[in-house]
């Protein structure tokens, strides 16, 4: 291919409606047809990024592996198509005014008044263009945050229709819609999908495709009529309907030939035959016919599931691999106690300890990883987690009662977890974390070696504070195990208690690298302790 072609995915009548599995979903198609693509989100917020969102805002922080906190999208992005991102594939607005005013304020406009159009819009344009140009892509698909209507969404979608009349037949524009039932009337109805397609008309843009997303199978007539009110060819009309589970998503876009409507759209030679995805359908046939249920107990504050999605994703993905359906329960460690830790730990196979950040929820975290250590249940501890270990067991084996993290106690005697070295002058929060993927070392008499299968990895970080080195000989003697360090830096990575079926701990977020088609080694290995533990206790 000589030129790069753009995709714009756009969406209306709703949020929530799942623009970024229909980009990822594209993405996968375009790349079972032997495409280089990427995908990027633009987000029309003014935060910076979303490192400094509240989950229950946004959703979790998705990092890349080049250090920059991005929308969660980009880990739907990354597990289906096995691309890696990077900070060019996430832009806020924020981002992109930010960027102008540091222009502005260099002199680079040469006094000229600073306006949303051309200025911002031209911002735009080249974030948008960007990895084409930087990098020999067949298709750049982009994904455009929030609803056609919506007062910050404008410029983008201003940007977006310049560039349609610019790149002519290299761009084109999908348009993710909402398709009702009202029970009532027992009716699909589709006058919010016209409606919303006259707002994107009046700012210039026409859909090429429209995906319509709805619980009930949408008939050949009602499609047609759709197409008809939208001028849109009837042909490029695809149904999204709530599937068991955002997998299937790519193998129902494929069936309707969303990839064949593309290619023709772009007036590219189309191979009629209908894409394979054999591996991805491979994991589906697994995924259904698994039978038996592992039971994974979340020790978190955040009762939400998108807070925690990469790691639910993971888990999911090693369970299907494993054979097994996974079941998880969140247990909100706000509320647990001495009392009743027993009763909602004891019941599950395998027990996460979740990431996060602050003091909330901190002590209930504590006492499921004592339960969890006292009574050998497969635990793993992510980012937080991995440092809620490490106290609990200064507190409960070392015998240091007092021992914290020095976020959670600046003045604890025993700061078993404290601020990096690097953190300790920093005062403002967005982007200053340690970030990004960094190397480590895995001790080969160890359970994550075992998982790894290699001495050497490289994986995801998010913190700021870290396992105290002072301690270090006093927790080896005691039966924890630093296994994985830093070569670069000696910061320990990796904890686990060797003599337990599967108690281990991470400073990196493993389930930032977990793929459909390549599930984390350290989430299959849990999964499969999980699965042991049930079975023995069943007496299997």
Excluded at 501 to 520: D, I
Aim: hydrophobic fraction near 35%.
């Amino acid at each position: 291919m000589s030129e790069t072609k753009y995709i714009f995915v756009t969406g209306g009548v709703a949020s929530s409606l799942g623009k970024g599995i229909i980009s990822a979903s594209i993405g996968k198609l375009l790349q079972a047809r032997g495409y280089k693509i990427t995908i990027q989100k633009f987000d029309p917020y003014i935060n910076i990024d979303p490192g400094t969102l509240n989950p229950y805002e946004h959703g979790e922080c998705y990092v890349t592996a080049d250090g920059q906190e991005t929308d969660l999208d980009l880990g739907h992005y990354e597990r289906f198509t096995g691309i890696e991102t990077t900070k060019y594939n996430n832009y806020t607005t924020g981002k992109i005014y930010k960027s102008v005013i540091e222009k502005e304020r260099r002199g680079d406009y040469l006094g000229k008044t600073i306006q949303v159009i051309p200025h911002i819009t031209d911002e735009i344009k080249r974030d948008i263009m960007f990895l084409g140009k930087k990098n020999d892509y067949d298709f750049v698909i982009s994904e455009i945050g929030g609803t056609v209507g919506d007062i910050e969404g404008l410029p983008f979608l201003e940007a977006i229709r310049q560039l349609k009349w610019d790149l002519g037949k290299r761009a084109l524009c999908i348009h993710l819609t909402y398709v009702p039932y009202l029970a009532a009337a027992k009716e699909l109805k589709t006058k919010p999908t016209q409606h919303s397609v006259k707002e994107l008309q009046s700012v210039g843009i026409q859909p090429d495709i429209l995906v319509l997303r709805a619980e009930h199978e949408l008939s050949q007539s009602l499609r047609k009529k759709v197409a008809n009110f939208c001028n849109v060819d009837a042909d490029a009309v695809i149904q999204s309907i709530d599937m068991p589970t955002i997998y299937e998503v790519p193998v129902r876009m494929a069936e309707q030939k969303l990839d064949t409507i593309i290619l023709n759209k772009f007036g590219m030679k189309v191979n009629e035959e209908q894409v394979i995805l054999g591996p991805w359908k491979d994991f589906l046939t697994r995924r259904h016919n698994a039978k038996s249920v592992v039971n994974i107990g979340l020790v978190g504050k955040y009762d939400l599931q998108d807070a925690y999605k990469s790691i639910l994703e993971a888990l999911s993905q090693s369970a299907t691999y494993n054979d097994y359906k996974l079941k998880t329960h969140f247990i909100n460690s706000e509320k647990l106690t001495k009392e009743d830790v027993g009763e909602k730990v004891s019941a599950m196979d395998g027990i996460i300890i979740c990431p996060g950040f602050g003091q909330r929820g901190i002590e209930g975290k504590i006492l499921a990883a004592e339960y969890c250590r006292n009574n050998d249940i497969p635990t793993f501890g992510i980012c937080l987690g991995m440092q809620i270990m490490v106290i609990e067991f200064a507190r409960n084996v070392l015998k240091y009662a007092d021992a914290n993290s020095s976020e959670m106690d600046e003045k604890t005697p025993h700061n078993v977890i404290d601020i990096m070295e690097e953190q300790k002058n920093i005062t403002n929060m967005g982007g200053t974390m340690r970030l990004g993927a960094y190397k480590c070392r895995l001790d080969e008499q160890s359970l994550a070696f075992q998982a790894y299968q290699k001495t050497e990895i490289s994986e995801r970080h998010r913190h700021r504070f870290e396992f105290n080195d002072t301690y270090k000989n006093e927790f080896e003697a005691q039966g924890m195990h630093c296994s994985g360090v830093n070569p670069d830096t000696n910061l320990v990575e990796i904890v686990e208690v060797p003599k337990l079926k599967w108690y281990l701990g991470t400073q990196f977020h493993p389930e930032y690298s977990s793929r459909v088609l390549a599930p984390h080694p350290l989430f299959m290995s849990f999964i499969k302790a999980s699965i042991e533990n049930k079975e023995q206790k069943q007496g299997k």
